[in-house]
């Protein structure tokens, strides 16, 4: 790869075998593959790179600086949906709560059956990708010391109530329970991929280039030949390359292609968005519970998983719970009063709804609306999580619902809602006519150009999406080297990698 | 001449400046009603818009250290004590 020339008008070239657009979970993994197989690699990124010694744990701050938008992107559509996005390299992972969990096998069976997926849903041939991002990522399991008493609480009312639950694995080494993971954290031990697959990239002699708003992918004769895009500066940045890997997110990415003339014949771009819709509820206990000591999403109940409804823990400083707590003026205040004294926990649907999103003036449009069948589960989810709360001791439970109104009663309008696991709005389908990727995730009509991120996956999941899009694009980069994915390695090899 | 805004309200600032537009004029309306006792009467007729604003108020407020510290919730110290273990064991 050569460092760049300047060419008349400022615009700088490089020439490389891949250029890889966004440097989150799909990006950052399949640029340090392919760097450490030998490509020569140029990852462009739009955020920053964040310096962890910045990250002061105090929420309204980190929000502005860490997310897009300020972590005010919104859906449009009833009800309006918040949904917070990472921006900068490690992108939503460096902003997330870092569970993990496999894609469950009748997701995959269902990718299968439906769009055709036979072998990018084998989950034999998804073993070793899984296995291999797991151990880069030190992923295991909380420890109920570092769960915390917020955690304890849940768990307590799940044993009361002789339903499924457990403590969730996680992306971290070293957590001592500084409670923001969502915040960034400030001892760096969430392993997200900023610090784990962007230094491993740059190690293999990737260029990671910050700041960079790419415009365009640029293809030829049917062919990826490269990636244009505006540096900070006001600079340009044209990269010369035979392979492409999109991975902007869910949102992004469809508004990337449909700019770039890419991925519309099958009419799906963009469509087919699923969110994992999610809300939190708040209990008043008897005993000091201090939510945010400890990992805040530590702990699931998956009773009612198989009904689409996921249980996970959420907590925050005082300051978040100011924002989340369904309440306002003097009951608002009463309970932060008691902030020591309450407990939290959230609430996730595997959602049948589906969204879009589009394009208006470079912004994306996202629209969104709850169907029936969805409201129906958070009515359901809402009851069970008061059972919860009372069985574990609640002396009052706060639902995110206006005063007054039963969530059997509950209107999607009555519903305070965010979201987190944006996927689908380029998905996979074996056929052209149904996705606009294909089993290899290469844009069906378009030889060169893939899409690594949560835009390929076809169906909502139920459970947390991070490690499904890694391994993912595991699985491509092994597949773009022409090699079969090595069995994972021992753990000690696994902390070396991830340092 | 205007005097400096304080800490909270330089943060919630800060906030709101992030959003895009529209949403950034509007928070930006929603906080002026909210901080006047006759516009918080208004907004709590539409229970998510007075959510929203007694939300973001308080957000502003519960990240000030005056009102956080009591709570049992010390930014600096746990930002501290981040920073140090990072360090120590040399993490990027």
């Known amino acids: ?499 | 001449m205007r005097k400096p805004a304080d800490p909270v309200r330089r943060g919630l600032d800060v906030f709101v400046d992030a959003a895009p537009q529209p949403q950034r004029s509007s928070l930006r309306l929603l906080l002026a009603l909210e901080r006047r006792p006759r516009g918080r009467r208004l907004l709590a007729r539409v229970h998510a818009i007075d959510l929203l604003a007694n939300g973001l108020l308080a957000m502003g407020r519960y990240e000030d250290p005056v009102h956080a510290v009591p709570l049992g919730w010390d930014a600096d110290a746990i930002a501290a004590r981040g920073r140090a273990l990072r360090h120590a064991e040399g993490r990027p």
């Open chain 1, 1 to 499: 790869m050569n460092g760049g020339r300047r060419r008349a008008g400022g615009v700088r070239t490089i020439d490389a075998d891949v250029c890889v657009i966004g440097a989150g979970a799909g990006g950052a993994v399949a640029a340090a593959e392919l760097a450490e197989g030998g490509m020569r690699v140029v990852v462009l990124e739009q955020g920053p790179r964040h310096d962890a010694d910045r990250f002061s744990a105090r929420p309204l701050e980190m929000l502005a600086r860490l997310y897009r938008d300020g972590s005010q992107t919104t859906t449009l559509g009833s009800p309006p949906i918040l949904l917070p996005l990472g921006r900068g390299l490690g992108g939503t992972t460096l902003v997330n709560s870092g569970t993990c969990f496999r894609t469950p096998p009748q997701v995959l069976e269902r990718w299968q059956r439906e769009f055709g997926l036979e072998a990018l849903a084998d989950a034999q041939a998804l073993d070793p990708c899984f296995a291999r991002v797991e151990h880069a990522l030190s992923i295991h399991e909380v420890t109920p010391e570092l769960a915390g008493r917020n955690a304890a609480i849940a768990r307590r009312g799940a044993e009361a109530l002789g339903w499924s639950h457990g403590f969730l694995k996680r992306n971290a080494r070293g957590c001592v329970g500084s409670g923001v993971c969502a915040f960034g954290c400030p001892a760096s031990a969430k392993q997200h991929v900023g610090i784990t697959y962007v230094p491993r990239a740059e190690a293999a002699g990737a260029q990671v280039i910050a700041g960079a708003d790419v415009r365009h992918v640029l293809t030829a004769r049917g062919r990826a030949s490269g990636v244009e895009a505006r540096l900070l500066d006001g600079g340009r940045v044209e990269v010369r390359a035979p392979r492409v890997i999109v991975a902007a997110g869910t949102i992004h990415t469809p508004l990337l292609l449909a700019r770039s003339g890419l991925g519309r014949a099958s009419g799906q771009l963009g469509r087919n968005l699923a969110l994992h819709p999610a809300t939190g509820a708040f209990a008043l206990m008897d005993e000091l519970v201090d939510m945010a000591k400890g990992v805040p999403q530590s702990f699931y109940v998956d009773e009612f998983a198989a009904e689409g409804i996921m249980f996970e823990g959420v907590a925050g400083p005082p300051s978040y719970v100011a924002m989340a707590l369904p309440l306002s003026g003097r009951r608002h205040a009463a309970a932060m009063a008691d902030y020591r004294r309450l407990a939290m926990f959230g609430l996730m649907v595997s959602d049948s709804s589906r969204g879009s999103v589009r394009g208006l003036a470079g912004r994306p449009v996202i629209r969104y609306d709850l169907v029936e069948q969805d409201l129906a589960r958070f009515r359901r989810g809402l009851q069970r999580m008061e059972e919860l709360f009372r069985a574990a001791g609640a002396r009052e439970v706060y639902l995110p619902l206006p005063h007054g109104v039963a969530p059997e009663r509950a209107r999607a309008r009555d519903l305070k809602l965010m979201a987190f696991h944006p996927l689908g709005t380029a998905r996979a389908d074996a056929r052209p006519a149904h996705g606009v990727v294909d089993g290899d995730l290469q844009l069906h009509g378009v030889e060169g150009v893939y899409v690594a991120d949560g835009s390929v996956v076809p169906s909502s999941l139920g459970v947390n999406p991070q490690i499904t899009i890694m391994a993912l694009a595991t699985r491509l980069a092994f597949g773009l080297l022409g090699r079969t994915v090595p069995p994972a390695t021992t753990d000690e090899e696994a902390h070396v990698l991830s340092d």
